[in-house]
Nanobody
Framework: QVQLVESGGGLAQPGGSLRLSCAAS????????MSWARQAPGKGLEWVSGIYSDGSDTYYADSVKGRFTISRDNAKNTLYLQMNSLKPEDTALYYC?????????????????WGQGTQVTVSS
């Protein structure tokens, strides 16, 4: 069955960096777009970034553009999110999600599988 397992979260200071990973299994990873989304305490789900199946195109929410970088290694079935210049408002539970096809969208209903999430806390 499809499994998405996030890792790499933790506590970072403002201005610091973290790298999230999402290990995928149970489907042909190299043929689907993938995204990262996050949910801060008391807030709704926010799409963060997406990448097409071959990594040729990437997209970012305005809130993270220029600070976060999404990438993937199709040989390792792994999705990444490099987060730099972290801010306290980046504190959230971060999820990776598998798209239903090879399309990146900010609409969560276009994603059919989600991981359990990894917590990112940015605080001094």
């Amino acid at each position: 069955q499809v499994q998405l397992v996030e890792s790499g979260g933790g506590l970072a200071q403002p201005g610091g960096s973290l790298r999230l990973s999402c290990a995928a299994s149970g489907f042909t990873f190299s043929t689907y777009a993938m995204s990262w989304a996050r949910q801060a305490p008391g807030k709704g789900l926010e799409w963060v970034s997406g990448i097409y199946s071959d990594g040729s195109d990437t997209y970012y929410a305005d809130s993270v553009k220029g600070r976060f970088t999404i990438s993937r290694d199709n040989a390792k079935n792994t999705l990444y999110l490099q987060m730099n210049s972290l801010k306290p408002e980046d504190t959230a539970l971060y999820y990776c999600a598998k798209a239903q096809g090879d399309v990146v969208t900010a609409n969560p209903y276009e994603y059919d599988y989600w991981g359990q999430g990894t917590q990112v806390t940015v605080s001094s």
